[in-house]
């Protein structure tokens, strides 16, 4: 029939699309961190900004090529849905297979910048559920001063001998970070020209809403690289950069992508019809889901610094109940 086999095509198409930023973000994250390994930046703090930048570069081109394209739900629905899913989806996955040892000095300062950071657009979205590029000119100054508050905190105590040392031997790096990124240019704007359209037309296919497919399916994809990440920080019991990662990739897809794509083109959140009323999805279920995980992520990261399997299991339960919901609820796309 020719519906399923559409409908095949698109999710190959998606997986291709999967494939090709994936592996255009590796050839930057590698350069990413050994520049900063040569700068001498702590794990926690490599894995919050700049692995996080590398990982994030799916989401980002995903999410800009959507907005470039018209299509709001695809952008909002993209850095959202991978928020989620980096909580709930991997990091509890990753506590369930091995207890995170969590160090309370990076993780903290860095905690609850995400519970700020999903706390500001959340009171964002409140004030303008139209969209506005207000939105991106505050969730970009947040994140200016953010990062210029982890950099200064990371740099402190070195030695002046320590900073010419890792200035020269990160000379090399740059250049060949410049060019993996300019090599990978290409396969990161094909693979998000190929998933925006393919989870455009699986989604009409589906007679579902493209704000689900992206949640779902869009941004369960582009969170793949936060994915082999986490995966391979946990492996090599280097946990601290796991969990930085999916703390610092948040606050970029917050901030950054959002951020960036409200200043091209305002984003409204979409209005669907819910027991017989319009509301906006996103502000009245996606948001405070989003919110609620990352508190939990603070809550259970400062207690008893880790992360235990119970804690994992909480976090998989929430999300795994929030997709659940999102196609019992939100996934006709006329509604």
Known sequence: ?????EALSYLIGLGAGVAILVKSADWFTDAAVDMARRFRIPEIVIGATLVSLATTLPEFAVSFMATLQGQPDMAIGNALGSTICNIGLILGVCALVAPMQVRREGF????????TFAG?????????????????????????????????????????????????????????????FIVGAAG???GSKVMVYCGEHL????????????????ALGTSTPELAVSVAGVLKKRRSLAIGNIIGANILDLAWVIGVCSIIRPLPMRETILWGRSVH????????????L?????????????????????LFAVYAAYITT?????SPAGG
């Open 120 to 180: 500001v657009f959340g009171v964002m979205g409140y004030a303008f559920p139209d969209g506005s590029r207000v939105v991106g000119i505050v969730m970009l100054a947040c994140l200016g001063a953010h990062l210029a508050g982890t950099l200064r905190a990371s740099l402190q105590g070195r030695s002046k001998a320590d900073e010419e040392r890792a200035v020269e031997a990160a000379v090399a790096t740059v250049h060949r970070m410049a060019l993996l």
């Open 1 to 5: 029939m020719l519906g399923p086999m």
């Open 188 to 190: 990161i704007i094909l």
């Open 108 to 115: 903290l300062s860095n905690g609850i910048a995400l519970v």
């Open 203 to 218: 989604a009409r296919l589906m007679g579902v809403s493209e704000l689900v497919i992206a949640l779902t399916l869009v």
């Open 326 to 330: 999102l196609f019992v609820l939100f």
């Open 281 to 292: 999805q996103s502000l009245v279920f996606d948001i405070p889901v989003m919110l609620l």
């Open 294 to 314: 990352s508190a939990l992520l603070l809550v259970f990261g400062f207690t008893d610094e880790r992360l235990t399997r119970r804690e994992g299991a909480v």
